[in-house]
């Protein structure tokens, strides 16, 4: 009775001390992971204890082959736990950077004081000028302020996938708009004629929408525009369509502006021209840099799909952990005579322990790396588009990056390790008389 | 039936096992359990309420105001029984990260949604009421408003005329869904059109969309023609689909739920079958000279079969059930813990019965190698161990 008690308690000790060690492990930065395993390298090849271990290790390995479908449910486990949390990581990262990158620190954007997004401000044509006069904002060649008065409004286009209309974001720009945001480069085409009813479409938009080919006449707000030009941006405004803000102010009938984006004189200059906007007061308006407007839009849906990714994950690792539990006790079990020959011919616990969890994260890592390797060559680069702040299409990559796989290997190991801590305590617990009798 | 002990015996016979797999078969339904009430969550056409429902936007875009003149001519079409309009307000109470609907109608919305239920004194209050508000219940529990309170929310697209944003309503009545998969309507609020059309700074005149009950809903298509008629070659051409059609194309722009949750439940699902696949063939592995000794006392090799199928289904059945269950208690408080992003309805009965049939069914697919090498076997040589 006492053994038993002692067992549970040791049990609920590893438990603990386990957890303990996967939080950690879970925040670990990845250059500790050579330092351990240098560590490991030299406690098995220098020590007595090391040496034992060693070598039990390798004759666990050496029968893998024979419990292949066993070892297989481990290693496919986990890689499917490691797949889908990649996955849906760097979906949720893709959408957040491709926000992100549309923005810049030493780029403001004004909207009217209490809008949150470009498509519920306004600004009129005296705010717009005034807010373009006001010190702050760099100048071009010409002593121009570069400053762009911009209007978004949404219409509607078929989408290739699916045939049937879906947002799209139709911005007029002014005509520094090419300054303010240098990142664009024309690809095909050329740029829209001010004052004429032309349109450059982004490439996100290309791809999502059909009939935005460079030559090709669209319908919007039942007149005819024309594709000159595609552009590509690497970032949300890749969704978009361009077109000169004049000609779609006139179609869509409106008498302002929605916001003025404005590239200043440099990184620090952001508080003196907030400043300088808050203390006329002909002016209602709110300013921030495009890097924090742009951040605060992606934030809730980011946010999201990481939610849902951890939990996802975190459900579907405790299901693959119980099967690699059930896994080794298995292999522990077939091998309680040869474990306990050993442990009677004089080789101490702690081998045996570090041999079965070796094993099994040797395991564990097999299908990190297939789960990791899956996710990055199915998903990496891949593209979708959802319904971004704006009530229009954003279209986004999913970003398989180095320190999601690292992730996703993390959490393969831990698995392993926690799959694999039970059994092996079992086994250098095994009486040995006991083990040697079974038969 | 009687054999309900001898199969049970045999699942229990390593306990430890059986508890593990039993948990991971948890896990995966668990998931497959929440799954499952996010795409209900998105799945429009289970909601079949609102098919004499049609809503009557901008053919151009959904931010495109329409004129409030069009109200009497489509009222005055044939085939049109009640007509309301709307305009979206877009504020914000508190905290913009709190998002809700809100939006300006007139009381006779309620009308037009006989599954959102107002008390009748609540709802006369409304129509006397030039400022007043009314909200769902969900919503009313979230910002703990109760009738009689003054609620401020903060324009993003309105100014008032003298440019503030500040709007403050009088709440007069909080009001519920009938049916409660149908919660996420709860997270409304609903204000007086005429109080805000009269007090916004611009836009006068104009409404966000218009919503049409028709009388007969096998002519829906003639009466959204007839509307769309109506502003034919003007500047604000319409566009009149079902409410369902118009919440299906809204949803489709958002993501492919069914994709992605179908592809998650798709690899959950290959995974279970390698785990309680491989645990099942331990078992029968194991217990080779029992069945033995069984076959010689006189069980059929279809009773062998049936013992070992029965074990891997009632395997599945009770990881199974105790996953969907832990998904039932779980998915209000998820839903509350996302701060009312999303409210994911509760687990409806279709989940229950398509979680049972899948259980069943791994449990026959994952029991069907080890049943038949159980059948097959020779008394002989599985007695001799051979």
């Known amino acids: 009775m006492t053994a038993r008690r002692w067992d549970l308690l040791v049990g609920a000790g590893c438990g603990l001390a386990a957890l303990a060690g996967i939080g950690a492990w879970i925040a670990m930065p990845w250059f500790v992971l050579p330092l351990l395993v240098v560590l490991l390298a030299a406690w098995l090849g220098l020590t007595r204890r090391g040496r034992q271990a060693w070598s039990v290790t390798l004759v666990g390995v050496s029968t893998m082959p024979q ?19 990649v996955a849906l990581l760097a979906m949720g990262d893709g959408f957040e950077a491709t926000l992100v990158e549309t923005g810049s620190d030493d780029v403001a954007i004004v909207l009217r004081a209490g809008a949150n997004a470009e498509l519920s401000s306004g600004l009129d044509r005296p705010s717009a000028a005034l807010i373009a006069r006001t010190p702050g904002i760099l100048r071009d060649g010409d002593g121009r302020p570069i400053a762009s008065p ?31 945001r240098p990142d664009v480069r024309i690809v095909e085409g050329r740029r829209f004629e001010p004052g004429l009813r032309e349109l450059v479409v982004g490439s996100g938009a290309h791809t999502q929408f059909a009939g935005l080919d460079v030559g090709q006449t669209i319908e919007l707000n039942n007149q005819s525009w024309t594709v000159v030009g595609r552009f590509e941006a690497g970032d949300a405004h890749d969704s978009e369509i361009w077109g000169d803000a004049e000609s779609v102010s006139s179609a869509y009938r409106r008498t302002g502006y929605q916001s003025i984006t404005a ?115 199915i998903f990496h680069g891949y593209t979708v588009s959802t319904l971004g702040a704006s009530f229009s299409q954003v279209v986004f990559q999913f970003q398989v990056s180095p320190a999601l796989l690292w992730n996703g290997l993390k959490w393969a190991l831990a698995i392993g390790f926690l799959g694999g801590l039970f059994p092996a305590v079992r086994a250098a617990r095994l009486p040995v008389a006991a083990a040697l009798r079974e038969l | 039936v009687k054999y309900l002990p001898l199969v049970w015996a045999a699942l229990f016979r390593r306990r430890t096992r059986t508890v593990l797999t039993i948990l991971s078969v948890l896990a995966a339904f668990l998931l497959f359990g929440m799954l499952e009430a996010v795409r209900a969550a998105f799945d429009v056409s289970a909601t079949a309420a609102g098919v004499d429902r049609l809503v009557t936007a901008s053919r151009f875009s959904i931010i495109q105001p329409l004129p409030k003149s069009l109200l009497p001519r489509i009222r005055a079409l044939p085939g049109v ?42 709802r006369r ?47 007069v009545g909080i009001f519920r869904a009938r049916n409660p998969r149908q919660r996420g309507q709860e997270r409304q609020l609903l204000f007086r059109w005429d109080f805000f059309d009269e007090a916004r700074q611009f836009g006068h005149g104009n409404v966000g969309w218009y919503i049409v009950r028709v009388a007969d809903p096998d002519a829906a298509d003639r009466v959204a023609a007839a509307v769309d008629r109506l502003s034919a070659n003007s500047d604000h051409e319409t566009k009149t689909q079902t409410e369902q059609a118009f919440n299906l194309a809204f949803v489709k722009q958002v993501a492919d739920i069914g994709l992605i949750v179908g592809s998650i439940m798709g690899a959950v699902f290959f995974t279970l079958l390698l ?84 259980m069943v069914l791994i449990g026959l697919v994952v029991g069907a190698l080890p049943a038949r090498r159980a059948m097959r076997l020779r008394i002989v040589d599985a007695l001799a161990g051979r």
């Open chain 2, 81 to 122: 029984r009640q007509v309301t309009y709307a305009s979206w307000f877009g504020g914000i109470y508190q905290d913009p990260k709190k998002f809700f609907a809100n939006f300006a109608s007139e009381p006779a919305f309620f009308d037009m949604y006989p599954e959102l239920e107002l008390p009748a004194a609540q």
């Open chain 1, 150 to 180: 911009e209007l978004v409004v949404i219409a509607n286009l078929p989408k290739k996938s699916t045939g049937t209309d879906a947002n799209v974001e139709l911005r007029g720009v002014g005509a520094e708009a090419w300054a303010v």
């Open chain 1, 263 to 377: 590239r200043l004189v440099g990184r620090d200059a952001m508080d003196g021209f907030a400043a300088a906007l808050a203390s006329d007061p002909r002016l209602k308006v709110d300013v921030q840099t495009t890097r924090a407007y742009y951040g605060a839009q992606s934030e809730s849906l980011a946010k999201l799909i990481r939610v849902l990714g951890f939990t996802v994950g975190v459900i579907m690792a405790i299901g693959a952990m119980f099967g690699a539990l059930n896994t080794m006790y298995a292999a522990v079990a077939a091998r309680t005579r040869e474990i306990a020959t050993l442990r009677a011919i004089g080789f101490a616990g702690l081998p045996v322990v570090v041999s079965v969890l070796l094993e099994t994260m040797l395991l564990a890592l097999a299908g990190g790396v297939l789960g990791a390797a899956g996710a990055w060559s």
């Open chain 2, 125 to 171: 209050a409304f129509e006397t009421t030039r400022t007043g508000a009314v909200v769902g219940r969900d919503l009313a529990e979230q910002f703990g408003w109760k009738v009689g309170d003054k609620i401020p929310i903060q324009a993003t697209i309105f100014p008032k005329k003298d440019g503030s944003n500040a709007w403050t309503f009088d709440l």
């Open chain 1, 67 to 85: 419990r292949l479908a066993a070892a297989s449910v481990v290693v496919i486990g986990i890689a499917g736990v490691v797949g889908v949390l």
């Open chain 2, 275 to 358: 785990v309680t696949g491989n645990t099942m063939a331990q078992a029968v592995r194991e217990r080779v000279p029992e069945l033995a000794v069984m076959k010689t006392i006189g069980f059929s090799n279809r009773a062998v079969l049936a013992l070992v199928l029965c074990e891997s289904v009632l395997l599945l059945l009770i990881g199974g059930l105790l996953g969907l269950a832990a998904a039932a208690v779980l998915l209000p408080n998820l839903s509350n813990a996302a701060g009312g992003f999303f409210t994911l309805p509760p687990l409806p009965a279709r989940t229950w019965l398509v979680g049972a049939g899948l």
